[in-house]
């Protein structure tokens, strides 16, 4: 019987809302496994919930075996936290919401000292930048020339539509209208048909010339919960392209939970990357 390949132990830095997802998430994988929480020296020294028997912290080097770790801790201080654990030696993957110079600048660092200690990093492995740059950058490959429409739309935004509601065929509806165009999700009644209520709905007076997308869902209070995210990304060619092809995305998730995946998921990327700190990519 072959032995049990060992499962790469991974710290993480910080117990907010992103820490305590990521945390989560290493305890059911099968591939990685939670090494330990590093918190601030005047933080609660127990983690709640179902990290309670993790150790708890306040230096990585007190932990006994870390392969790996992952920044959780505010933007601001993303910088400063990952170029310590560089300076240790230690393969690091984060995931700060920097954008534009800020996050060139941060890269510029990291690359640097990555480098210079040899050791290797994935930097922006979360949503925004991660996840959300992969999927703008691949349908822009495969929509060449055209158009790209994001739009965020978070679940306080989405009001119940009595008009959507009222349509045969759906139980529920909320919607909620961005940039000129309406996004309405349904909850089908039993044996309703999503192409049939979209028809109806498009039919509909209140939403004739008006452009509208309609998602179904299993249940619609789902979707006003604060803690989760809308999105819709489009990509339209363009006339002068010949051609009247559209890739169209919608979803709608915890952004905290997301970003765990994607940290997950370049974690089993770092170790065999070379020396430098990389950009997160989406790979099969």
């Not at 032995?3 to 132990?9: A, G, H, K, V, W």
């Not at 309670?52 to 006994?64: D, I």
């Amino acid at each position: 019987m072959a032995d049990t390949p060992r499962r790469l132990q991974v710290a993480v830095i910080g117990l907010g809302r992103l820490g305590t997802a990521c945390a989560l998430a290493l305890l059911d994988d099968t591939e990685l496994a939670l090494a330990g929480i590093v918190r601030r020296p005047n933080a609660p020294g127990h983690a709640p919930g179902r990290l309670q028997r993790a150790p708890v912290v306040g230096h990585v080097r007190e932990l006994a075996t870390v392969d790996a770790a992952f920044v959780c801790v505010p933007a601001q201080e993303a910088t400063d936290v990952t170029l310590a654990l560089l300076q240790g030696r230690l393969p690091v993957v984060e995931c700060a919401a920097l954008e534009g110079a800020a996050l060139a600048r941060h890269h510029e660092k990291l690359d640097d000292a990555a480098r210079r200690h040899r050791v290797s990093a994935v930097v922006g492995a979360g949503w925004n930048p991660g996840a959300w740059s992969a999927f703008v950058g691949a349908f822009e490959r495969l929509i060449p020339r055209g158009q790209t429409v994001q739009q965020r739309h978070p679940a306080t935004a989405l009001h119940h539509s009595p008009a959507a509601a009222a349509v045969d065929g759906v139980r529920a509806a909320l919607e909620a209208e961005i940039g000129g165009t309406r996004y309405v999700y349904v909850e089908l009644a039993h044996d309703s048909s999503l192409d049939t209520v979209r028809e109806r709905i498009a039919s509909d007076p209140l939403f004739v010339g008006v452009p509208t997308q309609v998602f179904t869902v299993d249940d619609v209070s789902g979707l006003e919960d604060r803690e989760h995210e809308g999105v819709v990304l489009e990509r339209l060619a363009t006339a002068a392209a010949g051609q009247h092809a559209s890739l169209l995305l919608e979803a709608r998730f915890d952004l905290h939970d997301f970003a765990a995946r994607a940290m997950l998921d370049a974690a089993r990327q770092v170790a065999g990357l070379p020396h430098g700190a990389h950009r997160y990519t989406l790979r099969s």
